[in-house]
């Protein structure tokens, strides 16, 4: 059993971040960057308690949308008959650092193919990632050739495997999230660049919220069940909260000052490519659903530029490290006020 979301202390900035990943997938996953025993990982594989329910295929091994992009499987079958659509609830998969390239693709069986003139593909982690999140802890511990498959799924939003002539494919958009203590290495800049948000979690100093901290964890551990149930309400209060804003997202609005006022963000810190600006307008868009506002203000520009940005950002020889951070907040204190 994990830890409820909602009990965790403190960490709201992560939290959020969290969940508007789930308001809206597109704004493309979020890296958790602080020390040992900041709740990274307790947070996130908590949001699978609070996930909401995705419209899929039914028996679709790769959580096939109905209107949409359809795997090798799906394709056949919509040839023959109309595909019929079920609920399944999203849910947190967690890659292994070990992965093998196999694992994570899937397989074809060639034998089987040559023998019978049918594909038999072994299903790898991506087609348990499609359209949930896929969570890395340590992301900055894994080998180079698994990020670069990675990669190239996250850029495609397919996974095609193809051994000796023959291929197979089915979509593979997922929600990555990854942890890492940066005190143990760095990201590769493709794969940092690949995180639409990056929080930098740190330990709470204040006496009462370590002490609510240790009360808690003994609670948990003394008897699980008993203390989720203690928890339930805002559980389910804030599950139904992240529904209503999925539902909401669409109608929130976004005129061209907003849209200006982002991209005076994005070119006052002189950042690369159109990413940044992207994120931030998705991001902020999903605040305002989940705040329950009918469009977006300066507050969810600057909350969303917060973590947006932190990880995009260049620093100059000679700068102090952390230094991203304060003209990040001169440039929103100035263009965002």
């Not at 958790?32 to 908590?46: D, F, I, L, P």
């Not at 670069?148 to 593979?172: K, Y």
């Not at 699980?224 to 559980?235: D, I, L, T, V, Y």
């Amino acid at each position: 059993m994990n830890f409820p979301f909602t009990a965790i202390v403190g960490q709201e900035e992560l939290k959020t971040a969290l969940i508007i990943n789930v308001i809206d997938p597109g704004i493309g996953g979020l890296l958790v960057m602080g020390e040992k025993g900041t709740a990274k990982s307790t947070a996130v594989r908590a949001l699978a308690e609070l996930l909401p329910e995705l419209q899929v295929v039914r028996e679709c091994r790769f959580n096939c949308e109905p209107d949409g992009v359809l795997c090798s499987v799906c394709l056949e079958r919509k040839r023959e008959s109309a595909l019929l659509p079920t609920g399944k609830k999203m849910r947190v998969v967690e890659l292994p650092l070990g992965i093998t390239e196999d694992r994570l693709i899937g397989t074809l069986d060639i034998e089987h193919a040559i023998k019978h003139g049918e594909k038999r593909f072994e299903a790898g982690l991506l087609a348990d990632a499609n359209r949930n999140f896929l969570y890395v802890d340590e992301v900055n511990l894994l080998e180079d050739h698994i990020i670069d498959l990675l990669l190239d799924s996250a850029a495609m939003g397919v996974n095609t495997v193809e051994r000796e002539g023959i291929s197979f494919s089915h979509p593979a958009r997922f929600i990555l999230v990854g942890t890492m203590n940066p005190e143990e290495g760095d990201l590769r800049p493709q794969l940092l660049d690949r995180f639409g948000l990056c929080v930098q979690v740190r330990g709470l100093h204040e006496k009462g919220e370590r002490i609510e901290i240790l009360k808690r964890k003994a609670a948990f551990d003394d008897n699980p069940a008993s203390f989720a149930g203690r928890w339930q309400k805002e559980q389910d209060d804030l599950a139904r909260r992240i529904v209503a804003a999925r539902k909401r997202l669409s109608d929130v609005t976004l005129d061209d000052n907003a849209l200006e006022t982002i991209v005076a963000i994005t070119t006052a810190l002189r950042l690369d490519g159109h990413r940044p600006d992207i994120v931030i307008m998705k991001a902020a868009r999903a605040l305002a659903a989940y705040r329950e506002l009918p469009a977006v203000g300066g507050a969810e520009i600057r909350d969303a530029a917060q973590i947006a940005l932190t990880h995009r950002q260049k620093r100059l020889p000679f700068e102090e490290p952390g230094s991203e951070r304060i003209k990040l907040q001169k440039v929103l204190e100035e263009v965002a006020a």
